[in-house]
């Protein structure tokens, strides 16, 4: 009996010391560290200018998770179109738009 005692009383100070980390807290985090601009190296498939859209080939993206993908990329309206060029190697910053899509931010072309 005084074992179950001594258990119970150190499950509750065990408990009592253990940080809680809510679901809410978890997503908080994440979203926080999704706000943030993240550089990667791509490769320029196709441009379309119209809609401000880049096709772009990447390797793994750690910081977001995402496997080495091919993928059309939303371009912010303060980024130039005309620093894109087919078959070019860029870097690209990513970041959330105000719904939550990322998209290049800035535009490094390599070699200039």
Excluded: C, Y
Aim: hydrophobic residues 45%; charged residues 20%; glycine residues 6%.
């Amino acid at each position: 009996m005084k074992l179950l005692q001594f258990a119970t009383a150190l499950a509750i100070v065990v408990g009592l010391n253990t940080p809680v980390v809510s679901a809410a807290d978890k997503n908080q985090h994440s979203h926080q560290a999704e706000k943030k601009e993240v550089m990667i190296h791509a490769v320029v498939n196709s441009i379309n200018s119209t809609d401000r859209m880049v096709n772009i080939s990447h390797g793994p993206i750690k910081d977001l998770s995402w496997p080495a993908m091919t993928m059309d990329m939303k371009v912010a309206q303060n980024v130039d179109m005309d620093v894109f060029h087919k078959g070019e190697e860029v870097m690209v910053s990513l970041s959330r738009d105000g719904k939550g899509i990322f998209e290049i931010v800035k535009v490094m072309v390599h070699g200039h």
